[in-house]
C-alpha cells in the first residue's frame, strides 16, 4: 500500500471510530428521561453518569499515553475499540443505576485509549499545513456521530425501551476495530516541518508552552459549552418549550448534523486558507466562532418558537466552526516526541473544566431553581473561551514560508 493510500485509509477508519464512538456517547442524552423515569433519579444523579464517564476517561488517558512511545499505536486504538463497543453490548443487561454508572465507566476507559492517539497518529500521516481539513474530516464525527445519537436514540427509545438504542454501535465499533490492524503505523513526526523546541518536545517545557495552554484552555471552555448543549438541550426543549421528547431528539438532532457538518468542514478549510497569510489562522477562525457566538447561545435559552430553533442552530454553526481549526492548533503546538502525552493532558484539562463539569453543575442549578437558569452556565463558558483564544493567538506557532505555499502531500484529502 502507498503512503498515500495508507494515511486516507487510516483517516477513513479513524474517523467511522470516531463517529460510532459519539453515537454511543450521545445516545444517553436522548434517552435520559426514560432513564430518569425508570430508575427514578434527579437531574443531578442523571447528569452524574455524564460526569463519572469523563472523570474516568480523562484520569485514564494520561496513565494509557506513555505505552504510545513504547508500542505500536494502532494495536491501543483497536484495543481501545474493543472495549468501548463490548462494554456497549453491556447495557442490554442493565437493570439499575448503578450497573449503568458501571457500563459508563468501562466505556470511559475504552474511548480514552483511541482519542488520546488518533490527533498525533494523523499528524504523522499529514503535514501541518493541512491539519485543519484533517481535523476536519476526523472531527466531523462529532457533529454528525452526536446528532445520530439523538435521531437513533429518540425513536428507537420511544418505541422499544432506552436500552436498545445503546446497541446500535456496537458491531460497527467491533469490525472497524479489526480494520485498524491493517493500517501502517506512520514514523513519529514524519509530516513535521517546525523544529522540536524545548517547550514543543519536552514534558517540562509543556508546561511552559503558552500556545499549547492557551488552546487548551479556551478549548476547555467551549467543551464545558457543548458538553452542556448536547446533555441537557433535548430535555430543555420538552421540559421548559413543552416539545415531546421524540421530536426534541429528531430536532436537535437534524440541527446538530446540518450545522455541524457544514462548520466543521468549512472551518477546517477557512483555517487553512488564513494560513497562508497569518501562523495565527486556527486561532483566529476559532476566536471568531466563539465570540460571535454568544448573541444566538442566548437566544437559544430565552427565545421560543421558530427564534429559538433558528437561535440554537446558528449557535452551534459558530461553536462547532472552531472544531478542526482548534484541534489542528493543538497538533502543530506540539513536536512527536510528547505528541500524544500532551493529547492527554490536553484531554484531562478539557474535560475537567469542561464537560466532566457541565452536566452536573447545570443540573445541579436546575434542580434549585430551573433548567433555563441552568444553561445560562453555557453563555459564560462561550465569552471565556473567546476571550482566551483571542489572547492566545499571539503564541501561535510560525510555520516555514516555503511550506505554506506548497501542494498538499502524502495523501492529503482533496
Not at 470511559?108 to 501541518?128: H, K, Q, S, Y
Not at 466552526?321 to 490536553?346: G, H, K
Request: aromatic residues 10%.
Amino acid at each position: 500500500m502507498t503512503d498515500q493510500a495508507n494515511a486516507r485509509l487510516a483517516l477513513l477508519l479513524l474517523t467511522a471510530l470516531n463517529f460510532f464512538n459519539y453515537v454511543d456517547r450521545n445516545v444517553l442524552f436522548a434517552v435520559q428521561p426514560l432513564i430518569q423515569h425508570e430508575f427514578k433519579v434527579d437531574d443531578a444523579k442523571i447528569g452524574f453518569l455524564t460526569t463519572a464517564f469523563f472523570f474516568c476517561y480523562m484520569v485514564a488517558a494520561p496513565l494509557i499515553a506513555p505505552l504510545a512511545d513504547r508500542y505500536p499505536r494502532k494495536w491501543i486504538m483497536a484495543a481501545g475499540a474493543l472495549v468501548w463497543s463490548i462494554a456497549t453490548l453491556l447495557s442490554a443487561v442493565t437493570h439499575n443505576y448503578d450497573e449503568l454508572l458501571l457500563r459508563h465507566l468501562i466505556v470511559g476507559i475504552g474511548e480514552a485509549t483511541f482519542v488520546v492517539f488518533a490527533p498525533a497518529f494523523l499528524a504523522d500521516l499529514f503535514p501541518e499545513t493541512i491539519r485543519g481539513r484533517v481535523m476536519g474530516l476526523f472531527y466531523l464525527a462529532l457533529p454528525v456521530g452526536s446528532a445520530f445519537g439523538y435521531v437513533i436514540g429518540g425513536p428507537l427509545g420511544h418505541h422499544y425501551g432506552w436500552r436498545v438504542p445503546f446497541l446500535v454501535g456496537a458491531v460497527p465499533g467491533l469490525l472497524l476495530a479489526l480494520g485498524m490492524t491493517f493500517v501502517r503505523e506512520p514514523e513519529r513526526g514524519a509530516s513535521d516541518h517546525l523544529p522540536n523546541t524545548i517547550e514543543r518536545g519536552t514534558i517540562l517545557g509543556l508546561f511552559r508552552n503558552k500556545a499549547y495552554w492557551t488552546v487548551s484552555l479556551g478549548m476547555a471552555m467551549m467543551t464545558f459549552a457543548v458538553g452542556g448543549m448536547q446533555v441537557w438541550m433535548p430535555t430543555f426543549l420538552t421540559r421548559v418549550r413543552g416539545v415531546p421528547l421524540d421530536r426534541a431528539n429528531l430536532i436537535f438532532g437534524g440541527m446538530t448534523v446540518v450545522s455541524g457538518t457544514v462548520a466543521t468542514l468549512f472551518g477546517g478549510w477557512l483555517g487553512d486558507r488564513l494560513l497562508r497569510r497569518t501562523h495565527a489562522a486556527y486561532l483566529f477562525v476559532s476566536a471568531a466562532g466563539m465570540l460571535l457566538s454568544i448573541p444566538a447561545v442566548v437566544g437559544a435559552i430565552y427565545l421560543t418558537g421558530s427564534m429559538m430553533y433558528a437561535a440554537i442552530l446558528i449557535g452551534e454553526f459558530l461553536i462547532l466552526l472552531n472544531t478542526a481549526p482548534l484541534n489542528a492548533a493543538l497538533v502543530n503546538s506540539v513536536a512527536a516526541p510528547i505528541r500524544a502525552t500532551a493529547m492527554a493532558v490536553n484531554l484531562f484539562t478539557i474535560h475537567l473544566l469542561g464537560d466532566a463539569f457541565s452536566p452536573t453543575l447545570i443540573g445541579y442549578i436546575s434542580d434549585r431553581a430551573n433548567l433555563q437558569m441552568g444553561m445560562v452556565a453555557m453563555i459564560v463558558a462561550v465569552v471565556l473561551s473567546g476571550l482566551i483564544l483571542v489572547y492566545g493567538a499571539r503564541f501561535a506557532p510560525h510555520l516555514p514560508p516555503e511550506i505554506t505555499s506548497e501542494p498538499a502531500v502524502n495523501g492529503a484529502p482533496a
